[in-house]
């Protein structure tokens, strides 16, 4: 895993896959996410930055659409359960 701590990133493409990251700037960054690895964000700043998901990560959100608009009730509820779970993971 690269580990940045109190790096800057300025008009960059940063991939947070297998990064760790702490006390970093990111300003007028593209900013990837893949889905490849696991990814640590701590206390940075980001300005004006563009988020991108690609790969499996994309491939993920065009899943959960799927599932939400063309299954029905079970569909939309298997999503909603999903991003609850997110929402309350730290509760």
Known sequence: MAIFKSSTFIGQT????????????????VIEYGGQGPISLIDCTFDNCHWQLVG????????????????????????????????????
């Open 14 to 29: 940063v991939r947070l896959d297998h990064g760790s990251y702490e006390d970093c700037i990111f300003k007028n960054c």
């Open 56 to 91: 499996a990560a994309i491939n993920t959100v065009i899943f959960l659409k799927t599932m939400y608009e063309n299954m029905g009730d079970f569909g939309k509820s298997m999503v909603d359960q999903t991003f609850n779970s997110i929402k309350n993971a730290s509760k």
